[in-house]
């Protein structure tokens, strides 16, 4: 009898969010004549005594007086969405990166998307955060370079995080070695940069006997050498991130493969159901198995069973759990089809825990 009440109020709060987010639709389209009039008057996005009057106003509808205290946060979150959408009315999309100007991310961001706003933070789980947040729309970020492999801290980020990746764009590589103007090759001593762009690089530095100091990107340390009076340090970065700081490139393309190239992730709050290709798709599945012999290949035969070429499947150590693993795959083909829905059913049987991560196209 509890299960049957249990069943009745879910189907009714079901039925209440699908007349809800019909009533978001149109309270969107309202905001959408409200940032343009804001626009065109050059108006302030925030007008706090609008919403002050909106909740004390709305309210009111609201007799019970511990629920009202509920619809009035819900009342802010509500305005603060709108906000956050009339922002990127009026001011375009917020992109978030990881770095500073010049960092190779920043530079894929600007490639993607010339004309939007981009908003550097420190690491890549803040840029990955923001977006989760509302306050950037989407995150551009390193998930994997050919020569040095993936970048497991975001990696992560898809496996513990809310966000989907919507796209993955593939920006040629090319490491310069950057100092003070007038400094020569045979100055220096030491060499700073991302831990990525060491490994990238690895050969070149231990044949000139480069100590080596890592920073959280490639443009920081950049910056760091041109506001350091030492001449014996060079960064090793992106020729923009020289011209950016006033440096000059001493000696280029010092990576060890010529073919270097990083691929980034586009993340997004909402999954790309809208995938029009008929070729080029992919999907991200990360899972964990269960601890009996052969579940893994149980999950993989899964995979295979259902029609989808995987391209990719690596293991990860689970923060934690101490020696347990999730597992990365991209598959080719769209998850988010029926056949998707029937394979995501079948992994389930052998998956303790199993997260889509989102359907791209190679941009």
């Not at 550097?120 to 989407?138: K, L, M, N, P, T």
Request: some cysteine; proline content about 2%; overall charge negative.
């Amino acid at each position: 009898m509890a299960n049957d009440s249990l069943d009745r109020a879910r189907k009714e709060i079901n039925e209440i969010d699908k007349e809800m987010a019909a009533l978001f639709v149109r309270r969107m389209k309202a905001a959408e004549a409200v940032a343009e009039y804001k626009k065109q008057r050059g108006l302030a996005i925030l007008d706090e005594a609008r919403e002050n009057e909106v909740i004390q106003r709305n309210s009111a509808f609201v007799e019970e007086d511990v629920i009202r205290e509920y619809y009035v946060n819900f009342l802010r979150d509500t305005m603060a969405v709108s906000r956050a959408y009339q922002s990127r009315l009026m001011e375009g999309m917020k992109v978030a990166f990881s770095g500073t100007e010049g960092a190779f991310a920043h530079i894929a961001a600007c490639k993607l998307y010339p004309t939007a706003k981009k908003v550097a933070f420190g690491d890549f789980s803040e840029a990955y955060r923001a977006v989760e947040r509302g306050e950037c729309d989407v995150a551009v970020l390193p998930v994997e370079n050919s020569y040095n492999g993936e970048v497991g801290q975001v990696t992560d980020l898809m496996f513990s995080g809310s966000l989907y990746v919507n796209g993955m764009f593939d920006l040629p590589i090319t490491q310069d070695l950057l100092a003070k103007e007038g400094v020569g090759i045979d100055e220096i001593r030491e060499v700073v940069s991302h831990p990525q762009a060491f490994g990238q690089c690895r050969s070149y530095i231990e044949r000139h006997g480069f100590t080596r100091h890592e920073f959280a990107n490639t443009a920081l340390a950049a910056r760091w050498v041109a506001e350091n009076p030492d001449r014996t340090v060079a960064a090793i970065g992106s020729r923009e991130a020289a011209d950016i700081f006033g440096l000059k490139v001493i000696d280029h393309d010092i990576n060890e493969s010529r073919s270097n190239s990083t691929r980034f992730a586009i993340f997004s709050r909402t999954a790309n159901k809208r995938i029009e290709k008929d070729g080029g798709v992919h999907s991200i599945l990360l899972f964990t198995v269960r601890n009996e012999a052969g579940a893994l290949a149980q999950a993989v035969d899964v995979i295979g069973k259902y029609g989808f070429n995987m391209r990719t499947l690596r293991s990860r150590p689970m923060k934690e759990l101490l020696w347990e693993y999730y597992f990365y795959v991209e598959v080719e083909g769209n998850v988010q089809s029926e056949t998707g829905a029937s394979l995501l059913e079948s992994l389930g049987e052998f998956c303790d825990r199993l997260k889509f991560a989102g359907t791209y196209i190679k941009l």
